[in-house]
């Protein structure tokens, strides 16, 4: 039976107790749990979509101003999706 982990206890201890049972999900954990959270995703997007609602663009309909925003962040599949 393997040891749970509580709330309050780090997840990386835990990991490294289990890795040899284990040994692929322990990279996995070690390499996914070191990643920070953060706004910068967010933030880029609220820039972009900063950048194509300007002032001369103010009256563009939603739903347009929706599929450039997204054409634009996802423009390297889009043009993937058509080769």
């Known amino acids: ?5 509580e709330w309050d206890q780090d997840p990386f201890t835990w990991w490294k107790s289990q ?3 284990f ?4 990279k996995i954990a070690r390499k996914y749990l070191c990643v920070s ?8 997007l609220f ?4 950048n194509t609602l300007t002032a001369k663009r103010a009256k563009l309909n939603s ?5 450039i925003v997204f054409l634009k962040k996802n423009l390297v ?6 080769e």
């Open 47 to 50: 820039s972009d979509a900063g």
């Open 19 to 21: 890795k040899n049972n």
């Open 37 to 44: 959270a953060t706004s910068t995703p967010s933030e880029r």
């Open 23 to 26: 040994p692929t999900l322990a």
């Open 63 to 67: 739903i347009l101003f929706e599929r």
């Open 1 to 5: 039976m393997l040891d749970e982990l």
């Open 77 to 82: 599949d889009v043009e993937k999706f058509f």
